[in-house]
């Protein structure tokens, strides 16, 4: 294993023999799937794995290799930022060739734009990475904790009939159903689907016993060793389309002279306000340099700019269309493309064409 050391690290010893050569790499971020109730106010604060490890004793019955790295400090999803994205580029990174697969412990508040992030960030990925966490805490009596996590080590253990790993990419595992992590949203909060996939098919779905469709699968064709990005372009608005917009407000947002992106989320098929002021607004924030994304505000579906008269004046101003993506997957491939290129017409060619399986050609 690499000399890096990287925080606070467990060893979970199975109660049986270990059968299976195979290891996993539990990266523990933090997360509701490890709180537990203050005992003064009830608000819920994160604790260490071990208790996890007492609450899921069925950890111990893996016939494989399971390591533990937690984060220190745990951190609460909402506050992740791209500096957290880098670390978990650099924990995968730096010890994909000493496992087979990788689980991420994670808050779903922003586990989808981490697993939009660590797809787009990550080259030569031909392990599983799949992110999961869960609505109850792991020590509440209903909680979906141990599902989500015992289904994640099963799945990130598979093999294909050529000892290959079977899934290989960025993934996120929720309430038996694993789907392509730049392409899931979070759409409940009281709900144990806490996520959805709306424009692609899931990859596997858990029941008695758990079902792969193989045909929906991605492999990165990027055959050279693993690598991970080690800054973002933060230089990114998202702007979301409102009835009612305030025209001063909006031109000193795309007026800021470090803006380099915008992922401008619309109406519909892609459509926007045909107001002069706006039009004009965004054609000159183009012709500064700065790239500008179409991204539907509705959960399914995706833009056809130019269908509508409405949204025709985006094509001839140079606004893009970001196809069936996410916001999550449009807001980092823009921050990643933004960082690997400084021209943009690099970045314009390739944020409609499918890196990582993220839009539909």
């Given at each position: 294993m690499?000399n890096?050391?990287?925080?606070?690290?467990v060893?979970?010893?199975?109660?049986?023999?270990?059968?299976?050569?195979?290891s996993?790499?539990i990266i523990?971020?933090?997360?509701?799937i490890?709180?537990d109730?203050?005992p003064?106010n009830?608000?819920l604060?994160?604790?260490?794995?071990?208790?996890?490890?007492?609450?899921?004793?069925?950890?111990?019955?893996?016939?494989?290799?399971?390591?533990?790295?937690?984060?220190d400090?745990?951190i609460d999803?909402?506050?992740?930022?791209?500096d957290?994205?880098v670390?978990?580029?650099?924990?995968?990174?730096?010890?994909y060739?000493d496992?087979?697969g990788?689980?991420i412990?994670?808050g779903?508040?922003?586990?989808?734009?981490?697993?939009?992030?660590?797809?787009?960030?990550?080259?030569?990925?031909?392990?599983p990475?799949?992110?999961?966490?869960?609505?109850?805490?792991?020590?509440?009596?209903r909680?979906d904790?141990?599902?989500?996590?015992?289904?994640s080590?099963?799945i990130?253990s598979?093999?294909?009939?050529?000892?290959?790993?079977?899934?290989q990419?960025?993934?996120?595992?929720?309430?038996?159903k694993?789907?392509r992590?730049?392409?899931a949203?979070?759409?409940?909060?009281f709900?144990?689907?806490?996520?959805?996939?709306?424009?692609?098919?899931?990859?596997?779905?858990?029941?008695?016993?758990?079902?792969?469709?193989?045909?929906?699968?991605?492999?990165?064709?990027?055959?050279?060793?693993?690598?991970?990005?080690?800054?973002?372009?933060s230089?990114?608005?998202?702007l979301?389309?409102?009835?009612?917009?305030?025209?001063?407000?909006?031109?000193?947002m795309?007026?800021?002279?470090?803006?380099r992106?915008v992922?401008?989320?619309?109406?519909?098929s892609?459509?926007?306000?045909?107001?002069?002021?706006?039009i004009?607004?965004l054609?000159?924030?183009?012709?500064r340099?700065?790239?500008?994304v179409?991204?539907?505000?509705?959960?399914?579906?995706?833009?056809?700019?130019?269908?509508?008269?409405?949204?025709a004046?985006?094509?001839?101003?140079?606004?893009?269309?970001?196809?069936?993506?996410t916001?999550e997957?449009?807001?980092?491939?823009?921050?990643?493309?933004?960082?690997?290129?400084?021209?943009?017409e690099?970045v314009k060619?390739l944020?409609?064409?499918p890196?990582?399986?993220?839009?539909?050609?």
């Open positions: 690499t890096r050391t990287y925080y606070k690290t060893n979970i010893n199975s109660t049986g023999p270990k059968t299976s050569e195979t996993i790499l523990y971020t933090g997360g509701t490890g709180m109730s203050h003064e009830g608000s604060i994160p604790f260490d794995f071990e208790k996890i490890i007492d609450a899921v004793p069925e950890l111990r019955a893996f016939d494989f290799e399971l390591t533990v790295i937690s984060l400090p745990l999803s909402s506050d992740i930022t791209t957290h994205w670390q978990l580029g650099n924990l995968i990174e730096d010890f060739e496992f087979d990788f689980v412990l994670h779903t508040d922003t586990m989808a734009y981490t697993a939009s992030a660590l797809s787009f960030m990550l080259d030569g990925v031909h392990k990475v799949i992110l999961t966490g869960s609505q109850l805490p792991i020590g509440a009596k909680t904790a141990r599902e989500n996590l015992m289904s080590l099963e990130a598979e093999r294909d009939d050529n000892g290959e790993m079977l899934v990419e960025v993934c996120i595992c929720f309430n038996n694993l789907l992590g730049n392409r949203k979070k759409s409940q909060n709900n144990f689907t806490a996520f959805r996939s709306y424009n692609y098919p899931s990859l596997a779905e858990a029941g008695i016993f758990i079902e792969y469709k193989r045909e929906t699968f991605w492999k990165d064709p990027i055959n050279s060793p693993v690598r991970s990005m080690k800054k973002f372009e230089n990114v608005l998202l979301k389309i409102f009835p009612g917009m305030s025209k001063d407000f909006i031109n000193q795309l007026n800021n002279k470090k803006l992106g992922i401008l989320e619309t109406y519909g892609g459509n926007v306000p045909t107001s002069s002021w706006f004009e607004l054609e000159k924030t183009v012709k340099g700065v790239v500008i179409n991204i539907s505000q509705c959960t399914g579906g995706m833009v056809m700019q130019g269908h509508y008269a409405t949204s004046k985006l094509n001839k101003i140079g606004v893009l269309s970001g196809k069936d993506m916001t997957a449009a807001v980092t491939k823009l921050m990643c493309l933004l960082t690997k290129y400084k021209d943009t690099s060619k944020i409609g064409i890196l990582k399986g993220e839009l539909s050609v």
